[in-house]
């Protein structure tokens, strides 16, 4: 399963590699991986939720919705 998220407020490496981090912190994520210039991050796993990814983006600093 993969669901891609739009992530707001990355500025920098740094600001990438928390996003990458607490997304990967979240029960069935096998993998996130974070592009700083598309301000996108594609998220593989099992039985993701989008909810559950978004607030963990959020309660690290950052603006996160659902890529249409």
């Known amino acids: 399963m993969q669901i891609d998220l739009e992530i707001g ?3 920098c490496g740094g600001c ?3 996003v990458t981090r607490v997304l990967e912190a979240v029960p069935g ?3 996130a991986n974070v592009d700083l210039e598309k301000a996108r991050a594609q998220i593989e796993g099992e039985a993701l939720d989008a909810a559950t990814l978004i607030a963990a983006v959020e309660d ?3 603006d996160a919705r659902q890529a249409k």
Do not use: D, I, L, P
């Open 29 to 31: 994520v096998n993998a």
């Open 9 to 11: 407020g990355m500025t």
């Open 16 to 18: 990438v590699r928390s």
């Open 60 to 62: 690290a600093g950052f």
